[in-house]
């Protein structure tokens, strides 16, 4: 099951991972952004984006969002 953080992105699956970062980082509230105490949980989300985008890739998913 994919991410449903990562589908709301709605990054088609063909996009590159810098693509998938720069939307994660849009997706988050710009507060949440500027706040240097969740700096490990804002890691963490890219992260997961890129996991799913890459489990999407592996499994050949051609579903957006």
Known sequence: MTDPAYLRLGLPPTASPQTVLRAAVRA???????V??????????????????????????????
């Open 28 to 34: 988050l509230h710009p507060d949440t952004r500027a």
């Open 36 to 65: 240097c105490g969740l700096r490990t949980a804002r890691k963490r989300f890219y992260r997961q984006m890129l996991c799913a985008h890459a489990a999407r890739q592996a499994a050949g998913d051609s579903l957006t969002g």
